[in-house]
């Protein structure tokens, strides 16, 4: 039995799926470097994850669904999230761009809003923003 049955109370097992997607990301090139590990780490922390769950999320042979959030602002939290680790060690590569898409379309995302959003994404994680947004970020 998956530990995501043990849970019936929602938000739990939302943080739990999220951080399991997280995982995912962080080991889909086959290896978990010590900056995403130490990024799994705290997503563990602030999402209240347990040893026991933490231990269960990297085994290879567990698949945990991605919960969506109702709100819209949650979502773009979660693919925020998603987009920290992915960037942790400064190094996306096809496998991981095809998890991005994947997730933001799980998250309710259109194909075409996921993959907007996304090249948006990359352009600010990657530095690539125009003056005006870089402005408008300092200003929030």
Excluded: W
């Amino acid at each position: 039995m998956p530990i995501l049955d043990l849970y019936e109370h929602g938000e739990q097992r939302k943080n739990l799926a999220h951080f399991a997607t997280l995982a995912t990301l962080a080991a889909s090139d086959g290896i978990i470097s010590e900056e995403e590990k130490a990024i799994l780490d705290k997503f563990a922390f602030k999402l209240n994850i347990t040893d026991v769950e933490y231990k269960e999320v990297m085994k290879k042979e567990n698949k945990y669904p991605i919960e969506t959030p109702h709100s819209g602002e949650k979502r773009l939290m979660r693919l925020f999230d998603f987009f920290k680790m992915a960037f942790a060690d400064r190094n996306i590569d096809e496998d991981q761009e095809k998890l991005i898409e994947k997730y933001a379309i799980g998250l309710g995302y259109s194909p075409d809003d996921a993959t907007a959003i996304i090249e948006k994404s990359f352009d600010i994680f990657c530095g690539k923003i125009a003056f005006e947004d870089y402005q408008y970020l300092l200003k929030k």
